[in-house]
């Protein structure tokens, strides 16, 4: 049986590219840029709750880290360093090198560097600290959008929660390979959370559902909201299912797509059209004054009809993909 250190040696310890002290010591050093602040997050997956027992160990170790990423990406950071401390009911190798495969295609993939983090035996807990780095002032927060901003979604929201519909056979989806990577392997929208600092006013991940993030940035920035149901991406969702119902509900409330959520004044319209390419952007609504909990869905006709802004809670139930 390998010892912890055998572990973390084996699986955990690859060459640094940007930090002075990674892996090994009792710390790491970290040299910011001196023009930057320091963004830091922390996102934790449980087994039961995010994650069912028998997940793919690569596709989790991908996710781990990417959901941490996309909490950079929200708040117009480049990832940099992350640690992972890991509860682990045995030490299956096989298990651990399939998990840290995925978790290092992560980390190249976006530029992070895992620079430490903690292994203890226990029921399997992932957790990852993320650091980030802005320039000074220039972060995105949940609390600058106006009255009058444009309210912007990038992607296609709902893939992820119709691909584990479509696991728990809730639903059968004529093409559920998109869905299924989706929920799988989620792409942080770094580039787009970069290029929209000095354009967004607002801007958060959506993790747990397109209303439910949203009510965060109504809260934070003393806001009401309409939405504009034609806008909506709904006819992207509908190349995988023909249930509109479900694909509507999908997209209005479904989590773990990591799209970024938007508000941008209308001056920047044209600007942000232009940032769109493989990764369209969806301009969907308006920001509007009023209470906070006050969502409209104006439909097609003009008509306009109030909307439930909760999102999923985390203590109401599971959300087990
Ligand atoms: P200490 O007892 O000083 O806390 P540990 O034995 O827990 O040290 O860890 C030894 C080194 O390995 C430290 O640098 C720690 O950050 C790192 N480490 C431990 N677990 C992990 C992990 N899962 N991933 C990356 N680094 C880890
Ligand atoms: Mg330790």
Redesign the pocket.
Known sequence: MPS??DL?ARY??RPAHHTRLA??????LITPEPENELVISTDMLVEGTHFFPDADPAALGWKTLAVNVSDMAAMGATPRWA????ALPRADEHWLAEFSGGFFACCEAFGVD??????TRGPLNLSVTILGEVPRGRALLRSGAHAGDDLWVSGTPGRAALGLAHLQGRTHLTNAAPCLEALYRPQPRVALGLALRGLASAALDVSDGLLGDLAHILERSRLAARINETALPLADLLRFTDDARLAKSCLLSGGDDYELLFCAPPQHRDAIARLAGPLPLHRIGTLIEGSPDTLILTDAQGRDQPLDPRGFDHFADTDCP
């Open positions: 912890e250190f973390i955990f310890t892996v090994g010591d009792d710390g790491a640690l992972l401390a890991l895992l620079i430490g983090g903690d292994t």
